[in-house]
């Protein structure tokens, strides 16, 4: 077991993730299916969604996450709504505070707030914020955010913003809760030093990098004693229930399409057309994607999930919006609570007690 790791139930988040490979298939559907789904989630116990923010493409497509996160609060009731990430250097802070407040005002204090720097270096170019000054550019706009939060009269002088005083209204009615986006281990460990919340993935690579990586939020949340015992991680993982063998060996496909967009994206070229990412070749197999990814029969997801619990994840982010219909997405959510999710909540520990 991890130092600093308490024993407790792992929550669900369900990750409206927005995929989009069929660009016919229009938005009018597409988002009606998003909201369908995050009523399902709560319907179904999950405590969480969560949604992206990324522009001018089909993967992640979500260019307003905070109207997103209000349409999904007129919806539901009780389930949490998180952003997964919104990218700080794409706003100016001081209007983007503003419709924090709203935001969380109007999902009725469900919001919370995940925050980030940006991962795809096509998309900043085009959005007027290359990648190579975003690390820096972000922690002058989370300082200048979290300031525009909590104080009334704030005045500034840095690099990317310079004003005189001004006061943001309207002004919050509860601290807005801040989570923040971190791959790396030492990011992680410094950012949850600074006493953040994380929120992190090790995307389609093995369970020693989600090791490593929850391992350097513990030793961080270790080092700040009480100070950090509120502090919780958040881990996303690709993720399918499958029937059978062959049902896992199509959803294994449809992963490997949709990471073929993605790495174009993150680590590629950047080759997009009409909006659409192309489909580059990979070179990791469907084999080593099926080991690092939790795509599987219902016995081997709850072997893979209890790796997580005893690493100490608090809540994992489900992404089940791999390419499938809606309808099919809507049945795997619902197998996903019934078979797995009583092993690892709460009530089921009780049950499983009495």
């Known amino acids: 077991m991890i130092p600093g790791k308490m024993e407790r139930a792992v929550e669900f988040n369900h990750f409206l993730s927005s995929y989009y490979p069929d660009t016919s298939y229009g938005a009018d559907r597409h988002y009606a299916d998003m909201l369908e789904q995050a009523v399902a989630a709560e319907r179904l116990g999950y405590a969480s969604v969560s949604i992206p923010e990324h522009h001018l493409m089909n993967i992640l497509m979500n260019p307003a996450p905070l109207q997103m996160a209000i349409k999904v609060a007129?919806?539901?009731?009780?389930?949490?709504?998180?952003?997964?990430?919104?990218?700080?250097?794409?706003h100016d802070m001081r209007?983007?505070?503003?419709?924090?407040?709203?935001?969380?005002?109007f999902t009725d204090g469900r919001l919370i707030l995940g925050v980030g720097r940006g991962a795809f270096a096509v998309e900043m170019d085009r959005m007027g914020a290359p990648i190579e000054e975003s690390r820096e550019k972000f922690d002058e706009s989370l300082n200048v955010l979290q300031?525009?939060?909590?104080?009334?009269?704030?005045?500034?002088?840095?690099?990317?913003y310079n004003?005189?005083?001004l006061t943001v209204m309207p002004?919050?009615?509860?601290?807005?809760?801040?989570?923040m986006a971190a791959l790396s281990p030492p990011a992680i460990y410094h950012s949850t030093r600074r006493g953040f919340h994380i929120q992190t993935t090790p995307l389609m690579d093995t369970n020693e990098k989600m090791l490593e990586q929850i391992g350097a939020f513990y030793k961080a949340k270790d080092e700040l004693g009480d100070a950090g015992k509120h502090l919780t991680i958040s881990l996303s993982r690709?993720?399918?229930?499958?029937?059978?063998?062959?049902?896992?060996?199509?959803?294994?496909?449809l992963a490997n399409d949709y990471y073929a967009r993605?790495?174009?994206?993150?680590?590629g070229p950047g080759e997009i057309e009409s909006g659409a990412i192309a489909r580059l070749p990979r070179t990791q197999t469907l084999e080593e994607l099926e080991t690092n990814l939790l795509i599987c029969t219902r016995d081997e997801f709850i072997d893979q999930l209890a790796v997580y619990e005893e690493a100490g994840v608090d809540e994992l982010i489900l992404s089940q919006n791999i390419g499938t219909p809606n309808q099919e997405t809507l049945e795997n959510m619902q197998?996903?609570?019934?078979?797995?999710?009583?092993?690892?909540?709460?009530l089921g520990k009780i049950e499983a007690a009495e």
């Open 74 to 90: 007129g919806a539901t009731r009780r389930i949490k709504i998180i952003t997964s990430v919104v990218q700080l250097p794409l």
């Open 147 to 160: 300031a525009l939060l909590e104080r009334e009269n704030v005045s500034w002088s840095g690099k990317y």
């Open 335 to 346: 197998s996903i609570a019934e078979e797995v999710m009583p092993h690892f909540s709460k």
């Open 262 to 267: 993605f790495d174009n994206v993150f680590t």
């Open 163 to 165: 004003f005189d005083e």
């Open 95 to 105: 209007t983007y505070a503003g419709e924090v407040v709203l935001a969380e005002l």
């Open 238 to 253: 690709v993720c399918w229930l499958a029937r059978d063998e062959a049902d896992k060996r199509a959803k294994l496909e």
């Open 171 to 179: 002004r919050p009615v509860r601290p807005v809760q801040l989570m």
